[in-house]
């Protein structure tokens, strides 16, 4: 869910602005969303997998595996991100954005970051990932001071712990709606306000491990330099514009998951 670097400008800079309504397609090709989405199915495997230890006996089954498979179909992944990425930037100039990700360090640093989240999707590497930032966080290391304005730049800590709550609650609404729980709105806001705490610990250790992994190969200029455009109006629309996109998949996806799993717990078939 996090934005992408660059600059490549003379066509788009000739052409005029370009209005989000005919380039934020283009826009997310430069970050490389169709890649990050195609991890996202990856991680979201492995989460139905755990996630039947949890709620369903005996554990995943076949038929558990293959509506998991279901769910996280990367074409209607990717079509909920498209739409949402486009009504947010709807009336943005794009001309800068497209310019700074489709330059070549710009694909440099999509390259690293969808290798790093792939990389992570493997338990051992995401626990020595946050095992270098356990170690360093409070020092004044130059690795994490290097990532700090990019995290406070968009937002990122709030904007995550806030993506993650909503999809708890769409998760638990889903369980409810299945049958297989039976709670109020009201409780479960309060459970899923009272892992506030542990969702926020969580999100910022994750989140530094991988940005320090990602961007580790990266000059000190060039993390600069995407730090500067996400301090930009269109760098902040353009974040605002992927949280709601990205945010907007994994609310329906944890509802689904949800109802699923109700089902499952309830013996019936989808």
């Known amino acids: 869910m996090i934005a992408r670097l660059v600059s490549v400008v003379l066509l788009a800079v000739c052409s005029g602005p370009v209005w989000a309504s005919d380039a934020s397609d283009e826009l997310l090709r430069a970050l490389g969303i169709d890649e990050i989405i195609d991890v996202m199915r990856d991680e979201g495997l492995d989460y139905g997998a755990e996630m039947a230890l949890d709620f369903l006996p005996g554990g995943a089954t076949q038929a558990w595996s293959e509506i ?3 769910l996280y179909n990367t074409d209607s992944m990717y079509q909920t991100v498209r739409e949402g990425f486009a009504d947010g930037l709807e009336g943005s100039d794009l001309t ?5 990700f489709k330059a070549e360090e710009g694909q440099r640093i999509v390259a690293l970051e969808v290798s790093a989240r792939r990389a992570m999707i493997d ?4 626990e020595a990932a946050r095992d270098v930032f356990r170690d360093l966080d409070g020092t004044d290391n130059p690795q994490v001071a290097r990532v700090e304005p990019f995290v406070a730049a968009n937002d990122l800590i709030e904007a995550n712990v806030a993506g993650a709550m909503n999809a708890s609650y ?3 609404s889903g369980l409810v709606d299945g049958g297989a729980l039976e709670l109020s709105e009201d409780e479960i806001f309060a459970d899923v306000w009272s892992q506030e705490e542990e969702t926020r610990a969580d999100t910022r250790e ?3 491990g991988f940005l320090m992994l990602a961007y580790g190969p990266l000059e000190d200029e060039v993390v600069d330099s995407y730090v500067a455009l996400s301090s930009t109006p269109e760098g902040k629309a353009m974040n605002r514009a992927l949280f709601a996109g990205f945010n907007t998949m994994y ?3 944890s509802y689904a998951l949800g109802l699923a799993a109700a089902h499952q717990m309830r013996g019936e078939d989808l």
Not at 96 to 100: M, R
């Open 206 to 208: 994750w989140l530094y």
């Open 123 to 126: 338990g051992d590497v995401e």
């Open 68 to 70: 998991v498979s279901q």
């Open 96 to 100: 800068p954005l497209i310019a700074f």
């Open 170 to 172: 769409k998760f638990y």
């Open 251 to 253: 609310d329906d996806l």
